[in-house]
């Protein structure tokens, strides 16, 4: 695992130049140590999010829309710069070539399996499996194609029950021809891709918090956590387009009859919904930390208050009761920083204006640069590689990264309605490659104005 050190910063502005805090008069720069705290989102884009844990690599995978790519790290607040596959493409025109949605990848017996929901060539969405070639999840994929139950109708969201070995196929449907309700079912799996008995109805919107924001009512999403006693499933209410998205829970005893309806107790209240000025927040998964010492759950949210679909990643740690029921909390606002998953191996360096003694102008907020001004970075690097450079900032000009004008993701990380500053902070991310020990990263400002609140370097 590499090992960063972050030695100095140094702004030169009109000609000034402005050092960072150093440890003694013979030295003029400082090294840092590493910040034990991440701020969501993990992802800028993305919705339907499904990480996994196996062994110590985290699989994850969310919707695209056309295709089903794969991500792994050791790192789960890493995915932004994760290693990623594309392991299927539809073929154009066929019943599952548009609209791919919530795919899911399970480990089942050796090989990977991978859930997800698609229409296509006039056909409604239905749900399909792939398989993989061997225990890679970048492996080689085969379409072993549509899993259903007698009914089939109108499907999404399908994920897997493991009770002692036996197999149970979970999702969101329709109860007929027509979308006026999205209902959650249940069937029983002859093995990983086919399903052997009929579908039972566990639950369908009946409380007024199910039924927020519009026709279809809507339960969706179903996510299965387990505990010492019981078996939940997690799942997403009211309307996704709408602040009103949130999460319910069905429980049914460990060693149940899953298949019998009156196995199942729906909780009258939702478990986790918008609040901290984070709206929607839905279709969760969940994971253990690095050190298998804590819980997490992985979920999306609308970027700001009425975006509907258009949502990002976050994830947050979350307890188990006495009584073997999670406890989520409310959602942690975007402004809060997160402790790093227990054991989490990234490593992040991280200055702040506090760290830096300046003699130019300074913002309630950060420095402030303008056009022609720039940032010196001297990154101490233990090896040559790849490196992740974020910058938090407000502005309304451009910046350059050793001469790069490609920011990769850039994405709204405060917005205004949280009463910050009337520009929004954004983070932009670079990925540099950088030489075996000491580097020199310059950030200029090519037009504008350029607010800095802090900069980070990661090595994921």
């Not at 225990?135 to 007698?150: A, L, R």
């Not at 478990?271 to 969940?286: D, E, K, L, M, R």
Request: aromatic share 12%; with cysteine.
């Amino acid at each position: 695992m590499k090992k960063s050190v972050l030695t100095g910063i140094v702004i030169f502005a009109a000609g000034i130049g402005l050092a960072a805090c150093t440890p003694d008069e013979s030295s003029d720069s400082v090294s840092t140590e590493y910040t034990k705290e991440f701020y969501n989102p993990i992802l800028p884009d993305g919705a339907d999010p499904w990480m996994t844990k196996h062994e110590d690599t985290y699989i994850y995978t969310h919707t695209t829309g056309s295709n089903i790519t794969i991500w792994q790290s050791d790192s789960p607040t890493s995915m932004m710069n994760a290693e990623s596959k594309v392991v299927w493409e539809p073929t154009p025109g066929t019943e599952n070539s548009q609209n791919i949605w919530a795919p899911e990848i399970h480990f089942i017996d050796g090989k990977w399996y991978v859930y997800y929901a698609a229409d296509g060539g006039g056909s409604q969405h239905r749900m399909y499996v792939l398989e993989s070639e061997n225990e890679d999840p970048f492996s080689e994929y085969t379409d072993v194609g549509q899993i259903t139950d007698p009914t089939d109708k109108w499907g999404i969201d399908g994920t897997v029950i493991d009770q002692d070995g036996e197999l149970f196929y979970v999702w969101s449907g329709w109860e007929g021809d027509e979308n006026v309700s999205q209902h959650t079912y249940i069937a029983g799996m002859e093995s990983p891709k086919e399903l052997n008995t009929d579908r039972v109805e566990l639950s369908r919107p009946e409380y007024d918090w199910e039924m927020e924001g519009g026709e279809p009512s809507i339960n969706e999403g179903p996510q299965i956590l387990y505990t010492e006693d019981y078996i939940h499933i997690v799942y997403s209410a009211s309307g996704s387009w709408s602040d009103f998205y949130k999460l319910g829970i069905l429980t049914a005893e460990k060693n149940a009859d899953l298949l019998d309806p009156d196995s199942w107790t729906k909780q009258e209240d939702p478990v986790f919904q918008s609040g901290n000025n984070v709206f929607g927040p839905g279709h969760a998964s969940f994971v253990e930390s690095p050190d298998s010492s804590e819980q997490w759950i992985v979920y999306h949210a609308a970027k700001e208050q009425g975006s509907g679909w258009t949502r990002n990643v976050r994830m947050q740690p979350f307890e188990i009761n006495e009584d073997g029921f999670p406890e989520f909390g409310e959602p942690v606002p975007v402004t809060e920083p997160l402790p790093l998953p227990a054991g989490d191996p990234v490593n992040i360096t991280k200055y702040t204006p506090e760290d830096i003694e300046t003699e130019g102008e300074m913002t309630d907020e950060g420095i402030l640069a303008e056009t022609d001004q720039s940032l010196t970075i001297q990154y101490d690097a233990p090896e040559a590689g790849e490196y992740y450079l974020y910058l938090y900032w407000r502005s309304n000009g451009a910046v350059t990264v050793n001469g790069s004008t490609d920011s990769g993701d850039t994405f709204t990380f405060f917005n205004n309605n949280q009463g910050l500053q009337d520009e929004p902070l954004a983070v932009s991310s670079y990925r540099l490659n950088l030489e075996e020990g000491e580097n020199t990263v310059e950030l200029s400002v090519t037009n504008g104005t350029f607010d800095l609140d802090h900069i980070e370097m990661k090595d994921h």
